[in-house]
């Protein structure tokens, strides 16, 4: 299932967006504001973000390089009615995937975002070494330092969802749904007792929780 954060504060344009786009595998949150977009960025995590530029709170533009400086890596195609070459490279160089200037077709909107959802699909890693581990996934053998270290069929899912999204807060209903597989029936406690058991095993691992939201493997700066 496929995330998109839309952006807009022209109403009908944004519903005819989301109409274009919300597939049976793909789901659109449509905001009109900046302070919106802000909020709903901060415990959801989306595969790409489409930003209008123009915004009545401030601008697409300044909110993309926010989100740049502050390390997140999501695909964003920017929205403007500003067709100037100018506009196009000040917003690639501030971190834009894409550009599109309005008016424009929704069905050459609908094929830019399903190129950038193509390239942005994680390529999934069946051994990763990072910060002294040794995680293979396809032989579920586990080490730090030669030490070998052993999980838990919950806890190696939780762990691969955390290293292959590093430097991303994965919020906590998430994580339910996809370390329980749905998650309905499952206590909430039942997460927070994983990532501890997950913790004591791992010994310094940088796994950090992001309070109200959720937890992070934490990328050095």
Request: aromatic share 4%; charged share 25%.
């Amino acid at each position: 299932m496929s995330r998109i954060l839309l952006l807009e504060d022209d109403e009908a344009l944004g519903r005819g967006i989301c109409m274009a786009l919300e597939t049976p595998n793909c789901t659109v949150t449509h905001c009109s504001t900046r302070l919106q977009a802000i909020k709903i960025l901060q415990g959801v995590v989306f595969d790409l973000l489409i930003l209008d530029i123009n915004l009545p709170d401030g601008s697409g533009l300044e909110l993309l390089r926010t989100l740049r400086q502050n390390g997140t890596s999501t695909p964003a195609i920017l929205l403007t009615a500003n067709d100037l070459e100018l506009d196009e490279v000040t917003s690639l160089e501030a971190g834009a995937d894409d550009y599109i200037t309005k008016p424009f077709s929704l069905a050459v909107l609908r094929a830019r975002v399903n190129a950038q959802l193509r390239r942005s699909v994680p390529v999934k890693q069946e051994r990763i070494e990072l910060n002294g581990f040794i995680l293979d996934f396809t032989r579920m053998e586990f080490s730090k330092e030669g030490t070998i270290i052993d999980l838990s069929k919950t806890e190696q899912r939780l762990l691969r969802l955390l290293v292959e999204n590093r430097g991303r807060t994965l919020p906590r209903e998430l994580l339910l749904e996809k370390v329980w597989d749905g998650g309905e029936f499952v206590d909430e406690n039942a997460l927070s007792v994983a990532v501890r058991r997950l913790r004591g095993k791992l010994g310094n691992a940088p796994i950090r929780t992001v309070y109200g939201v959720g937890y992070t493997w934490e990328v050095s700066k």
